[in-house]
């Protein structure tokens, strides 16, 4: 099962749609944040595709919750924008909260900062942004490979 991660798009359809559309075949789609309109809309153009989403610090308004969960077949996955834990000064908070809830994925983006590690157990992945990051690379999402032999994440340039 393949799952495509991103986050951070800042009013960036464009960059949305691509990620989309690059990923034609791919049915689970999780948006960590900040840019709930192009999600809306996304969900207009691809009613085919499941597109989950929390909400971010910059989604104001907004009746989506920080944080949520997703079975994907027997691996449990905690999603939230990052915010709420703290993200910007570690991981510690996000981490606890995955143990506590049994995830063996946690999934936050806020920083626009790529992040990949596997720690106690747990996958923490940042996509980083899709339109506007902070580490001097190129915008990029990611895609996590859940297979019989493990968890597989890797970050994609746009």
């Given at each position: 099962?393949?799952?495509?991660?991103?986050?951070?798009?800042?009013?960036?359809?464009?960059?949305?749609?691509?990620?989309?559309?690059?990923?034609?075949?791919?049915?689970?789609?999780?948006?960590?944040?900040?840019?709930?309109?192009?999600?809306?809309?996304?969900?207009?153009?691809?009613?085919?595709?499941?597109?989950?989403?929390?909400?971010?610090?910059?989604?104001?308004?907004?009746?989506?919750?920080?944080?949520?969960?997703?079975?994907?077949?027997?691996?449990?996955?905690?999603?939230?924008?990052?915010?709420?834990?703290?993200?910007?000064?570690?991981?510690?908070?996000?981490?606890?909260?995955?143990?506590?809830?049994?995830?063996?994925?946690?999934?936050?983006?806020?920083?626009?900062?790529?992040?990949?590690?596997?720690?106690?157990?747990?996958?923490?992945?940042?996509?980083?942004?899709?339109s506007c990051p902070r580490d001097g690379k190129p915008?990029?999402?990611?895609?996590?490979?859940?297979?019989?032999?493990?968890?597989?994440?890797n970050h994609v340039d746009l």
């Amino acid at each position: 099962m393949r799952l495509v991660v991103f986050s951070d798009t800042h009013g960036n359809f464009r960059a949305a749609r691509e990620i989309v559309e690059r990923n034609e075949n791919v049915y689970t789609f999780i948006f960590l944040g900040d840019g709930e309109r192009e999600i809306d809309k996304l969900r207009i153009v691809y009613p085919e595709k499941m597109i989950l989403n929390v909400a971010g610090n910059c989604d104001y308004n907004s009746f989506t919750p920080n944080s949520d969960l997703y079975n994907a077949g027997k691996v449990k996955v905690l999603f939230t924008h990052g915010h709420r834990f703290n993200v910007k000064y570690g991981t510690d908070m996000l981490l606890a909260k995955a143990k506590e809830v049994g995830a063996e994925i946690a999934l936050f983006g806020h920083t626009h900062e790529r992040y990949y590690k596997y720690e106690d157990g747990v996958t923490l992945l940042n996509p980083g942004s899709a339109s506007c990051p902070r580490d001097g690379k190129p915008p990029c999402y990611a895609f996590i490979d859940i297979t019989p032999n493990g968890i597989m994440c890797n970050h994609v340039d746009l």
